[in-house]
């Protein structure tokens, strides 16, 4: 773990859970591929001191490999949380200003998504380098998924959940799954 407030560097030896609060101020956290570590667990909780939204934009960024990476974003208890590196990220206290990163890097990295990842922090699907797959999963009820247009890059906007970008994946894949569903 590296701060850069006073050069901080800390080596962490079988710690399974890591808590990160970088508390108020533009904060960006930083996680790389921690397979073959005994972590498991990261919590990343972007709220202020006293609780809340600090008001300045937030970064978390978890980033692949240069192989083939599959990776997953879904939510469980009002945080995003990742899958699909080695350790399962969580990330609570997302405002509208601020980001989640899935940063795949090179190699034909599959990146799914769906319904029922909390707002209002964006997502943002990375591929990276290679032909890259986002996979965005509707429910088994009726579904209303916008795909849009952003610039370069296409974005999935369900209302009341995570906007997903696609900054960088050569190929979006929509699934209503079952129920009466509008794409």
Partial sequence: LTR?????????DDVEQIGLRP??????????DLTGTDTTTIDADLNAFT????????????????AADQLGVGGAE??????????ETRVAGGEPHDEVTL?????QDTLTAGIG???????????GEGADTLRYSGTPGPDTIPVVANGTEATVAPEQWARVDAPA????VVLGLAGQDTI
């Fill in 4 to 12: 850069d407030i006073a050069a901080i560097t800390l080596d962490l």
């Fill in 23 to 32: 508390l108020a101020g533009t904060d960006t956290l930083t996680i790389n």
């Fill in 51 to 66: 609780g809340g939204g600090d008001g300045v934009a937030d970064t978390v960024t978890i980033n692949g490999t240069a």
């Fill in 78 to 87: 009002g945080r995003i949380v990742v899958s699909g590196l080695g350790a």
């Fill in 103 to 107: 940063a795949a890097l090179a190699g």
């Fill in 117 to 127: 990842i909390p707002g209002p922090a964006i997502v943002n699907a990375d591929g």
């Fill in 169 to 172: 994946v050569e190929s979006v």
